[in-house]
């Protein structure tokens, strides 16, 4: 098989002008109250560092693990939580992070998860939001940038364990010789 080739999506420019719009909405919703931001691992994790330094609200942090993709460029479908959260979210306002919301189906099992631990609020923040392949129904009230189709890689977005590493957004394109 020979090396994939990376089509860019969106620059390094792109990419932090998009995060500060999102932190500025934010910080303007949420309000002085702030909250707590979970970070869903692993791909959020550049992303959501990048983020919480444009809050200007009193903001906690925490992490929560989940795993679908694998190797694969297609979702399994079973997700497992392989970390819990630990901080009290009862009656907070919480704000979830992810890298990208797909078919939706980390984001749907991760809002009914939190969602049972009785939040004031609950809101989905995602960077990419790639509507195509949605078949669960969740509503990402902070998009930072719509895309159609390709598997995603860099700004923490993986293939294959590799790529999280890269500062812009690029598609993976498969060339077959
Ligand atoms: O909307 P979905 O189709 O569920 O896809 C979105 C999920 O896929 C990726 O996680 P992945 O399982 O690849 O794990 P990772 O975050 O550790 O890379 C990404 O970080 C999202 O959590
Ligand atoms: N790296 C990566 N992970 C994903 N998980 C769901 N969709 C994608 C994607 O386009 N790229």
Same mark, same amino acid.
């Given at each position: 098989m020979?090396?994939?080739?990376l089509?860019?999506v969106?620059?390094?420019?792109?990419?932090?002008?998009?995060?500060?719009?999102?932190?500025?909405?934010?910080?303007?919703?949420f309000g002085?109250?702030g909250?707590v931001a979970?970070?869903?691992?692993?791909?959020a994790?550049?992303?959501?560092?990048?983020?919480?330094?444009?809050l200007?609200? *009193?903001?906690?942090?925490?992490?929560?693990g989940v795993a679908s993709?694998?190797a694969?460029?297609?979702?399994s479908?079973?997700i497992?939580?392989?970390? *819990? /959260?630990?901080?009290?979210i009862?009656g907070r306002?919480?704000?979830?992070?992810?890298?990208?919301?797909?078919?939706g189906?980390?984001?749907?099992?991760?809002?009914?998860?939190?969602?049972?631990?009785e939040p004031?609020? /609950?809101?989905?923040c995602?960077f990419?939001?790639?509507?195509e392949?949605r078949?669960?129904?969740?509503?990402?009230?902070y998009s930072?940038?719509v895309?159609?189709?390709g598997?995603l890689?860099?700004?923490?977005?993986?293939?294959?364990?590799c790529?999280?590493n890269?500062?812009?957004?690029h598609?993976?394109?498969?060339n077959?010789?």
């Amino acid at each position: 098989m020979s090396m994939p080739e990376l089509v860019p999506v969106l620059s390094a420019q792109q990419v932090e002008e998009i995060v500060v719009a999102l932190g500025q909405r934010i910080s303007s919703d949420f309000g002085e109250k702030g909250g707590v931001a979970v970070c869903v691992l692993k791909g959020a994790f550049v992303f959501f560092a990048d983020l919480i330094r444009t809050l200007t609200i *009193p903001v906690e942090v925490d992490f929560v693990g989940v795993a679908s993709y694998g190797a694969q460029t297609e979702s399994s479908g079973n997700i497992e939580l392989t970390k *819990p /959260i630990e901080s009290d979210i009862t009656g907070r306002q919480v704000l979830v992070v992810e890298d990208i919301v797909d078919t939706g189906a980390t984001a749907r099992f991760l809002l009914d998860y939190l969602g049972g631990f009785e939040p004031a609020r /609950i809101n989905l923040c995602a960077f990419l939001d790639k509507r195509e392949r949605r078949n669960h129904a969740v509503r990402v009230d902070y998009s930072g940038h719509v895309v159609r189709d390709g598997f995603l890689v860099g700004y923490g977005l993986d293939w294959n364990g590799c790529y999280r590493n890269l500062k812009g957004i690029h598609r993976l394109e498969q060339n077959n010789p």
